[in-house]
């Protein structure tokens, strides 16, 4: 069965940091890109920031550049999101997804509950 398990999510002022995670389990969690997205109230879920499976390479949005790091530790198959410096527009619920795509038009796509972010003082 497969799982995705946020945590780390909460109340935190202008200014301040969090660091969320992703545990992972029921699926090869090295051979899948992960990220972390977020939706906002009233906007569409958005991609923050994602890893390449093995950790190559990571991208992330243009408003969270700089501030926002994505990691993987493959051992513990856990992803993590640190979030600096954080600001109201912030404030989503987050979630953690990993994908996997098998050949053009196949993929395995998986998502955790979210946990919410809220950036306010």
């Known amino acids: 069965q497969v799982q995705l398990v946020e945590s780390g999510g909460g109340l935190v002022q202008p200014g301040g940091s969090l660091r969320l995670s992703c545990a992972a389990s029921?699926?090869?969690?090295?051979?899948?890109?992960m990220s972390w997205y977020r939706q906002a109230p009233g906007k569409e879920r958005e991609l923050v920031a994602s890893v390449t499976a093995f950790g190559g390479t990571t991208n992330y949005a243009n408003t969270v550049k700089g501030r926002f790091t994505i990691t993987r530790d493959n051992a513990k198959n856990t992803v993590y999101l640190q979030m600096n410096s954080l600001n109201p527009e912030d404030t989503a619920v987050y979630y953690c997804n990993a994908n996997r795509r098998l050949s053009p038009g196949s993929q395995y796509n998986y998502w955790g509950q979210g946990t919410q972010v809220t950036v306010s003082s």
């Open positions: 029921g699926f090869s969690f090295p051979t899948y890109v």
